[in-house]
């Protein structure tokens, strides 16, 4: 390949000796973020693309012979900043990892590649009359790879958990190119230290996954949707808030504040702002889907202004697909921040109370959408094209949100990752004894600190 004049040395060594890379202008530019919003000042000296393991554990030793800091990098649809990369990194692309290496149906196991992306993955395994539990609304477009990256939720989190609940085993090249295998085949292991877990959610600083080994679960044989609307999101809070207390444990609670409605309604000519100034999506799965369902719609009566359950499977698709697309709507507003804190369930109406006085006080736009089972919500920041969502009054009111949820008891990130955005708030959070030992873990499993540098932890 042909080095691009700006890139010279160590860099330019591990890109010749790759073999397939680039380091044109367009491949760096394609690479250098992801959808969180946050803008690098330069762009990579290179992207190397892998297509096998062998591919990513020769980039590995070639980044560690020549001490270059390499960035993971999957789908790029994280929100974090985590896969963000400037010059004098160069760039390992897993997206053209992309194979799904067996499924088991009987095992209820499938053994992917980490550029497969998640509804490829379900739309295969569906024909098993099997699902893969980890919903991102990112679904279509994110990847296996980064969801493991994050420990990504998603919508069926409420029932199902998160990635970590559905990764049995990985196979990761560590920093000096070794392979380690994590986890196991089987649904029950103890043996030895769960390194599978503390893999999942490293953003790329430990290893390189490129395998993992899924469990699946059987499609639910029956599915009831309701979607409730609200007065305002307060409201919708409480009623969320209701669910839980009624100890129901519903696959899908999600919220919907009015402005987020009102950007859905402009992009997909929808009539949901209409109706009420916040929406609570719920989906119960399951042989007793209805049974339970009434029980919720109880729940949510005394908060509700009007209720309306799905007929069928088509008005149930078009009402999940509101809300997959309430942060693509708001794309086509601005520049987006989406924030990812997470609060005790019950205090979920405190919450959206206390970011809806963050905007006023700020002047800044925040939508407000939300697991509300877990208590993970995603307050979007929505600033002009031209303005930044990482300084000034928008950084102001991220800071302004982690500290609202550490006030009810909550975290700054539920599912989305610390990367770049969050660092300036960890030490609040984990306190110095837990960042002294996750440090120690980190230089002891890459002790020259090549693996996405200044991300996470």
């Not at 998640?118 to 296996?144: K, M, R």
Request: proline residues 5%.
């Amino acid at each position: 390949m042909d080095v691009a004049p700006e890139v010279l040395g160590a860099s330019a060594a591990v890109l010749d000796a790759a073999r397939s890379s680039s380091a044109d202008y367009a491949d760096r530019a394609a690479v250098n973020t992801d959808r969180s919003g946050f803008v690098p000042q330069s762009l990579p000296d290179g992207v190397v693309f892998a297509e096998s393991v062998a591919d990513v554990v020769q980039a590995v030793k070639l980044a560690a012979a020549h001490k270059v800091p390499l960035v993971p990098r999957g789908a790029g649809t994280g929100l974090a900043g985590a896969s963000s990369a400037s010059a004098g990194e160069v760039v390992l692309d897993l997206s053209r990892m992309n194979r799904i290496l067996s499924i088991d149906p009987v095992e209820q196991v499938a053994v992917v590649e980490p550029g497969v992306l998640n509804a490829h993955l379900n739309q295969a395994v569906a024909e098993h009359g099997l699902f893969y539990a980890p919903d991102p609304a990112s679904t279509a477009i994110c990847s296996i790879g980064g969801n493991i990256a994050t420990n990504a939720g998603g919508m069926r989190c409420a029932k199902y958990g998160v990635t970590r609940e559905s990764v049995l085993g990985l196979r990761v090249v560590l920093a000096d190119g070794r392979e380690l295998r994590t986890g196991r085949d089987t649904i029950k292991g103890v043996t030895g230290y769960d390194l599978n877990a503390l893999m999942i959610g490293s953003e790329g600083t430990l290893g390189v996954v490129v395998e993992a080994t899924l469990r699946l679960r059987p499609l639910p044989i029956a599915t009831a949707t309701v979607a409730a609307f609200f007065p305002d999101v307060a409201a919708a809070a409480s009623a969320a808030s209701a669910v839980i207390a009624a100890r129901l444990q519903p696959a899908v609670l999600e919220l919907v504040d009015g402005p987020t409605l009102a950007a859905i309604d402009a992009a997909l000519g929808t009539n949901y702002r209409s109706r009420g100034g916040a929406f609570l999506l719920a989906q119960t799965d399951g042989f007793g889907a209805h049974l339970e369902m009434d029980v919720l719609v109880n729940a949510v009566e005394p908060f509700a202004a009007e209720l309306e359950r799905a007929a069928d499977a088509a008005e149930a698709e078009a009402l999940l697909t509101a809300r997959r697309e309430a942060i693509p709507s708001l794309e086509k507003m601005g520049r987006v921040s989406i924030g990812d804190i997470g609060v005790p369930r019950g205090r979920l109406a405190e919450a959206v109370t206390g970011l809806a006085d963050i905007s006023r006080r700020t002047g800044v736009r925040i939508f407000t959408i939300a697991h509300a089972a877990d208590g993970n919500l995603h307050p979007i920041i929505v600033v002009d094209p031209h303005e930044s969502v990482t300084e000034g009054p928008a950084k102001a009111a991220l800071g302004e949100m982690f500290r609202l949820a550490q006030s009810l008891g909550g975290t700054l990130t539920g599912e989305h990752g610390v990367g770049l955005l969050k660092r300036d708030w960890l030490r609040d959070e984990l306190g110095d004894v837990s960042l002294e030992v996750q440090h120690a873990i980190r230089r002891a499993l890459d002790p020259q600190g090549i693996l996405n540098p200044g991300k996470a932890i």
